[in-house]
C-alpha cells in the first residue's frame, strides 16, 4: 500500500504571500479588515481572524483602519471607497491576479471589448471586471456564450480567470474566433494552476484511489476534483481526514493525494497521518 502525495499540494505563492501579509499587517498593531476571506479555506481565515483581522461584510468608517485586500483582489471601486472613507489600504492582491488586471486596463485602453473567461460570482472574476467602467462580458463555458451581449463588437480582449480548466478556455476560445475581426487571447491561468493540473493528469491514472483536499468553497479545488474524478472515479473530494470513508480504500493497492492552492500543509498531513495510522498504507 502507497501513498503518493503530489509535490504541487497546497498553498500557492499568492496564498502564502496573502496571509504572510495579513498577519504581519496585524502584528504591527493596526486595526485591520477584511471583505469576505482572505483565501478560500476556513482554517486559515480562522487563523488570520485569531490574529487580530476583523472579517467584515460591508465597509464602515475607515478612519484608523487598515483594509485588507485578499489574494483575489478587489475592484477599483470598492478600493476608492475604501480610501474616501478613511481606510488605509495593504494590498494582498497576488500578482498573477494583478497582472489580470493590467491586460484588461490595456484592452480597455485600446478600444477592445473585454471577455473574461471565469465564474462570474468568483471574487477574483469580480474584481477584474471592476477593473474598467466598459461592458465586460463574462463567459463560463462555451455552451453558455452570452452571444446577444457581443453583437456588433468586433474587436475583443480575453483573459482567463487564474483558476480555470485550460481544455475549458480552449473550447471558449474556439467557438469565439470566427465571430471576431480581431480576438486576442491572454491565458491567464496562473502557472500554480497549470502545474497542479497537469500532476492531476497522471495521479489518478497512477493510483487506485484519489483524495483532493480543499474547502467546498475553492474554484481551484473544485476543478482539481472534476478533473481527477473524469480519469478515475474513485475520486473524493474531502476537507479534512474526518470525511474520509475507509470504505472507499477497499482492495486499493494506491491512493494519491493532492490539494488545493488554499490548503493549509497541517490539513494535508493530517490526512496522510489518518491514513498511515489506521493501518491501510
Ligand atoms: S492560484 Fe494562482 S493566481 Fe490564485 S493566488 Fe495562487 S498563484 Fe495567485
Redesign the pocket.
Known amino acids: 500500500m502507497r501513498i503518493t502525495v503530489a509535490p504541487s499540494a497546497g498553498f ?4 502564502r504571500r ?1 496571509i504572510k501579509t495579513a498577519l504581519d499587517t496585524a502584528r504591527q498593531g493596526f486595526r485591520v479588515e477584511m471583505l469576505g476571506d482572505i ?1 478560500h479555506n476556513e482554517d486559515v481565515v480562522r487563523q488570520v481572524e485569531a490574529a487580530g483581522v476583523r472579517k467584515v461584510d460591508a465597509l464602515g468608517d475607515g478612519r484608523g483602519k487598515t483594509l485588507l485586500i485578499r ?2 483582489g478587489a475592484s477599483k471601486h470598492i478600493v476608492a471607497d475604501a480610501q474616501r472613507r478613511g481606510y488605509s489600504i495593504v494590498d494582498a492582491t ?4 494583478k497582472e489580470i488586471h493590467t491586460i484588461v486596463d490595456d484592452f480597455y485602453t485600446r478600444g477592445l471589448r473585454v471577455i473574461i473567461i471565469g465564474d462570474g460570482d468568483h471574487e ?1 472574476v469580480q474584481g477584474i471586471r471592476g477593473q474598467i467602467e466598459a461592458p465586460v462580458t463574462i463567459i463560463d463555458s462555451a455552451e453558455n456564450i452570452p452571444w446577444e451581449e457581443l453583437k456588433g463588437v468586433d474587436r475583443a480582449g480575453v483573459v482567463v480567470q ?2 480555470q480548466k485550460a481544455e475549458n478556455v480552449q473550447a471558449i476560445v474556439n467557438a469565439l474566433k470566427p465571430h471576431f475581426k480581431e480576438l486576442e487571447v491572454c491565458n491567464t491561468i ?4 497549470t502545474t497542479r493540473q497537469q500532476e492531476i493528469k497522471t495521479l489518478p491514472k497512477a493510483c487506485n484511489v484519489v483524495l483532493v483536499i480543499g474547502s467546498r468553497s475553492s474554484a ?1 479545488t473544485r476543478r482539481l476534483y472534476e478533473i481527477a474524478r473524469e480519469l478515475n472515479p474513485r475520486s473524493h473530494w474531502i476537507q479534512s481526514k474526518d470525511d474520509i470513508d475507509l470504505a472507499w480504500f477497499e482492495s486499493a493497492a494506491t491512493v494519491g493525494i493532492t490539494a488545493g ?1 488554499s490548503t493549509p500543509q497541517g490539513t494535508i498531513d493530517a490526512v496522510v497521518g489518518f491514513l498511515e495510522k489506521c493501518g491501510h498504507f
Open positions: 500557492c505563492f499568492g496564498v496573502a483565501v489574494a483575489h497576488c500578482p498573477m491576479v477574483e487564474s483558476t496562473c502557472k500554480a494552476t481551484n492552492a
